[in-house]
């Protein structure tokens, strides 16, 4: 990451936590003075008193939707990352600045002018099942998500020539070109399995992993779908303060609205949120004593996207059309009446969070409703048979604009975001029929069967300008559902991602922008400011990390976090 973007990152933590301390919603237990020496007898209850960590308990965390799946190589949501982040581990963390860090990597580096990359694993590390992690777990992890092209972390080893593990503790990756972010999207992003394990699997990409053999602080208890995820503590993690985690378990409860989650957070059913509180909800969460709320910025954004591939002509495919929606989309509305003001605008896929890689002339139309009209009018659409919605031209069906969109039904946001994008498509004539589905079947309808027309949605964290297009719109791309097929194009990103210098990649970052602003495949709307609730008087340890996907239930806060 730029140093520029870790500072403004850093102030924007900082500005966070600052926040904390005024939404905090109660104060901490009395201090034990420290003069006053307790009794042996006493100094358990003393110390459990005063805060002080104690071994033992049990977390329970709400969320609104299950794990997608518990096969690790495939999962793409995000209660899907909570929880398979818990088990499996990862080379690297992020920490609570945004900065890439040590895991189970304990160090790495750059040669041969960006064509080399070599790891350097931590020793002593065992799977679950007492096997040691080696270098060959994981050149085994990545062979294996290429050669079945498992999710789009697979595209990472496109540019790998060769892999070379020299002794148990490390793994030399050969890249066919220079790739900058290679070491920093495998380590971050990509879950690493036990190949004594995994070899076995015949069919990896529809392996359910029922009984997961993991090498994360927490291993799997009991999964029951709609009602909770149990996990427990391992008895040795090395990123633990005290070697291993204070908590006995990690009860995920899965409720089937924020709503239903916020009086249960509030009636002490749950200790802590793993998403987002809306703002409206904070006065009942204030009111609540014990209630702390903490603040994190997104590393990603929310957006709604059109598909341009669909089976039958649609306006989905018009880029005038899509210009049009992006001309009518009033921003100021979804920030101000549907995140409650915490939330900032974008522009494209790149961050303001990253504002280095932004191209100030690349920007989204300003809100003008008189504007999409008439690039709807000049484009052929208009309203031939007087019911009010306008009729596409013929290619791209000649019938009314009356297209569904789908969201996540259990998202506070997505459902006002919805209700505001439905009444700015009205006015222009355009009919948006609503359509709120269960989190897991919209992952399935968008990712796996791109069987959809519009949809919300929203992405977790972004961490390398350098490849954000490239990820998301290259026409070979895992996470490219809308179906964006444009060589120029692909050959900007790829110039970009894998660039020699910075200033190379910058120019082509900036260019991608252009193309973007021109054709509007999706339409990013927010970059939020999530409000993170945990139960202060009950347990500490908590650290705050990055977005949504990271926030208070990354395991790395969850190994510190203790009993009072």
């Known amino acids: 990451m730029n140093k520029n973007v870790i500072l403004l990152f850093k102030s924007i933590l900082i500005i966070m936590l600052a926040l904390t301390v005024l939404v905090a919603c109660s104060s901490n237990t009395d201090p034990v003075d420290e003069e006053t020496e307790p009794d042996s007898e006493d100094s358990g209850e003393s110390e459990a008193a005063a805060g ?25 949501t995000t209660p899907g990352n909570w929880i398979n982040s818990s088990i499996y581990p990862h080379l690297m963390l992020m920490n609570e600045e945004g900065e890439k860090v040590p895991s189970l990597a304990e160090s790495w580096e750059t040669t041969n002018e960006g064509k080399t990359v070599t790891f350097k694993l931590r020793e002593g590390v065992e799977w679950q099942d007492g096997t040691p992690i080696t270098s060959e777990d994981i050149k085994f992890t990545g062979e294996l998500l290429h050669e079945h092209q498992l999710q789009w972390t697979a595209a990472v080893f496109d540019q790998v020539e060769s892999v070379e593990t020299p002794d148990d503790l490390t793994v030399v990756y050969n890249l066919k070109r220079a790739y900058p972010g290679f070491a920093g999207t495998m380590g971050y992003w990509v879950r690493i ?13 529809n392996f359910t992993n029922d009984d997961p053999v993991g090498a994360g602080p927490f291993k799997l208890v009991e999964w029951k779908k709609g009602q909770f995820v149990e996990l427990e503590t391992v008895d040795n993690w090395f990123a633990a303060e005290d070697g291993k985690p204070y908590l006995d378990k990690v009860t995920y409860r899965i409720y089937p609205d924020i709503n239903t989650m916020v009086l249960a957070l509030q009636k002490g059913d749950i200790d802590v949120t793993a998403q987002d509180i809306p703002t409206s909800a904070l006065s009942q969460v204030e009111s609540t004593e014990g209630l702390e709320v903490v603040q994190t910025p997104s590393l990603g954004y929310a957006y709604y996207s059109f598909n341009l591939n669909p089976d039958e002509p649609s306006p989905t495919e018009d880029t005038n059309f899509r210009l049009a929606m992006a001309t009518a989309t009033d921003r100021e509305a979804i920030i101000n009446v549907g995140l409650e003001g915490a939330a900032m605008d974008i522009d494209t896929p790149i961050s303001s969070i990253y504002s280095e890689w932004i191209n100030p002339d690349a920007t989204a139309p ?89 949809h919300i949605g929203k992405w977790g964290a972004f961490d390398e300008s350098t490849e954000t297009m490239h990820t998301l719109l290259h026409s070979e791309s895992a996470l490219n559902f809308m179906g964006v097929n444009d060589p120029e ?52 340890g908590f650290k705050v990390y990055p ?16 009993q009072k």
């Open 52 to 76: 002080e960590p104690q071994e033992g308990g049990e977390l329970v965390v709400g969320m609104t939707a299950d794990p997608d799946t518990l096969n690790p190589l495939v999962s793409n």
């Open 193 to 205: 399995v036990p190949k004594h394990i995994w070899e076995d699997v015949e069919d990896p990409s």
């Open 366 to 454: 300003e809100y003008n409703v008189e504007e999409a009209k008439s690039i709807l009018e000049e484009a052929g659409y208009e309203d031939t048979d007087g019911d009010g919605t306008l009729n596409a031209p013929d290619e791209y069906g000649g019938e009314n604009v009356n297209l569904e969109m789908i969201y996540d039904g259990a998202n506070s946001f997505h459902q006002k975001v919805a209700k505001i994008l439905e009444d700015n498509a009205k006015e222009i004539g355009v009919t948006l029929e609503l359509s709120p589905v269960e989190y897991n079947t919209l992952s399935t309808r968008i990712f796996t069967e791109q069987d959809f027309e519009m």
């Open 489 to 540: 194009l692909d050959k900007i990103m790829e110039d970009a991602k894998y660039a020699t210098s910075e200033d190379e990649a910058k120019e082509n970052v900036f260019k991608a922008q252009e193309w973007f602003v021109n054709e509007f495949p999706v339409v990013p709307v927010y970059v939020q400011q999530f409000n993170l609730v945990y139960n202060s008087e009950k347990f500490g």
């Open 547 to 562: 977005s949504d996907l990271q926030g208070l239930v990354d395991p790395n806060s969850l190994i510190n976090v203790f």
